[in-house]
């Protein structure tokens, strides 16, 4: 099992590493350093390590992106390879909350999907009960 390898040396002359790949650095950058992996459904960057990004492509960088406002990156995931993630950490995959078009990628979705899980809690067991009730009378 051993060490992980950093496959990005492995990039050869006008390519760069982006999301688990060697891709060609386009053209109109001024130099690689001038680029970025950028996930192209939510225009956000791929900070590298465990992050999924299949929509990432090699952009030129016109400003820094690596915002440190930012809640997560990604289009989304159900859950974390590596574990327990704390919310809000901008270098994890952005959650998927129930079905895949609810993404938490901001702290005021990450709540309410909070409130609503607290609910569901709440009721769902009475409701069933209710459900089940009339479903015996009937």
Do not use: H
């Not at 791929?46 to 952009?59: E, I, N, R």
């Amino acid at each position: 099992y051993g060490r992980a390898l950093d496959l990005a040396a492995s990039c050869g002359e006008g390519m760069q590493w982006c999301w688990m790949q060697c891709m060609q650095v386009p053209s109109e950058c001024q130099a690689a350093n001038d680029t970025a992996c950028i996930d192209q459904m939510t225009g956000r960057p791929w900070l590298g390590g465990q992050a999924m990004c299949p929509t990432c492509t090699l952009t030129c960088a016109a400003q820094d992106l690596a915002s440190k406002d930012r809640f997560c990156i990604g289009t989304g995931a159900d859950m974390y390879m590596q574990g327990f993630s704390f919310a809000g950490n901008p270098d994890d995959n952005c959650l998927v909350y129930l079905f895949p078009a609810l993404v938490l990628d901001s702290r005021p979705k990450f709540w309410l999907a909070v409130v609503v899980t607290f609910f569901i809690a709440l009721f769902g067991p009475e409701s069933l009960r209710r459900l089940s009730a009339r479903a015996a009378g009937a």
